[in-house]
């Protein structure tokens, strides 16, 4: 069984309810029959009901299994914008202005998840990263302990003995420009949840990458790995983490034992945090075109509840998958 089919079938085995406030976009509508039929959740779309029906008649969807809702008709509409005025008044925010927010359907959606009304949220087929992430942040925040959001990728390598069977973690190939040593540290963590909670990597182990080994090189750079490193190790104790390594090093066992012959990890680790998102993105680019690589991804991690960003450019299959990996992240 495929990576991808375990997590759908992980999805299955505990109803949840994920909102889509891209309630009219045509490959939103269309995933909801793979959606339903594979009984990954409850889908609940975002919009006018008639202007939905109609649309999903001319673009041939079956929104069967689906629920529908009109957030200025919903029966806690005045709680929520009440509740987003409490918590976003200090910010200048006075009630026509919550309740002008409530009325965009990618706040309205944060705040359901916020409340309960839904486990999580998908978005970003027709809205930027920063258009579904800007709601995320002020409505939910994020995680306990956790500064800023990042993107992973899993990247499932064909023929491939490193990582954990050809499977790893990427981050931060995403979200965070330029993070800080604190922020890395943080990304080593919500990573390893990735690779745990999605990729059942029982073991994961974080590799924080440099051009250097351990004191092979000196630079500015080298010592925010460096850095990164002992407050990844200071913060969670339990987290298999060191650095700073190069990518040989960090997978390679004989390359490991002789770069790094100190290390608990080198040469066995899953996953790879980047020391900024160029390298990040670069680095997944690579290994999915010239390996062949199948990446999986962006799934957005620190955000207090499931919250995933969608590139728009997206099919409907991706759409399904990516609302698989909320519900699981949701149960």
């Known amino acids: 069984m495929s990576l991808l089919a375990e997590i759908r ?6 109803s949840t309810r994920i909102v889509l406030p891209e309630g009219t976009e045509e490959r939103t509508l269309l995933s909801i029959k793979g959606i339903v039929d594979n009984k990954i959740c409850i889908p609940i779309l975002l919009g006018d009901e008639g202007e939905i029906k109609s649309l999903a008649g001319k673009y041939g969807a079956d929104l069967t299994g689906a629920e529908i809702l009109d957030p200025k008709k919903a ?19 006075d009630l026509d202005k919550a309740k002008k927010s409530m009325l965009d359907p990618l706040f309205f959606a944060s705040m359901m998840v916020k409340m309960d009304k839904a486990d999580g949220e998908v978005a970003g087929a027709e809205n930027t990263t920063g258009n579904v992430l800007r709601p995320a942040l002020q409505i939910l925040k994020t995680a306990p302990g956790i500064s800023a959001v ?25 979200v965070t420009p330029v993070a800080t040593d604190k922020q890395l540290a943080e990304f080593a963590q919500t990573s390893a949840e990735t690779a745990r909670d999605l990729c059942g990597i029982k073991d994961p182990k974080v590799a924080m990458l440099s051009f250097s ?12 790995m460096i850095s990164a490193t002992a407050i990844a190790k200071e913060r969670f104790p339990d987290l298999k983490v060191d650095g700073e390594l ?13 770069k790094a012959p100190n290390s608990l990890i080198a040469g066995e680790c899953n996953v790879l945090i980047f020391p900024d998102l160029q390298a990040g ?23 207090a509840k499931p919250v995933n960003d969608l590139s728009r450019g997206c099919s409907v ?4 998958n990516t609302v ?4 699981v992240k949701a149960q």
């Open 9 to 14: 079938a992980k999805a299955a085995a505990k």
């Open 75 to 93: 029966a806690y509409f005045d709680d929520f914008v009440q509740a987003f005025y409490e918590m976003r008044k200090d910010k200048g925010v």
């Open 150 to 174: 990042s993107g992973s990728f899993i990247m499932i390598v064909p023929d491939c003995e490193y990582g954990d069977k050809g499977t790893f973690v990427f981050a931060d190939c995403a």
């Open 213 to 224: 080994t351990q004191g092979s090189a000196s630079h500015e750079v080298v010592d925010k």
């Open 246 to 258: 190069q990518a040989d090093a960090a997978m390679v066992p004989k390359v490991g034992k002789s």
């Open 281 to 303: 993105n670069i680095g997944y680019k690579l290994v999915q075109r010239l390996a062949k690589a199948e990446a999986i991804g962006p799934i957005l991690q620190g955000i």
């Open 317 to 320: 299959e991706d759409i399904v």
């Open 324 to 327: 698989a990996m909320i519900a």
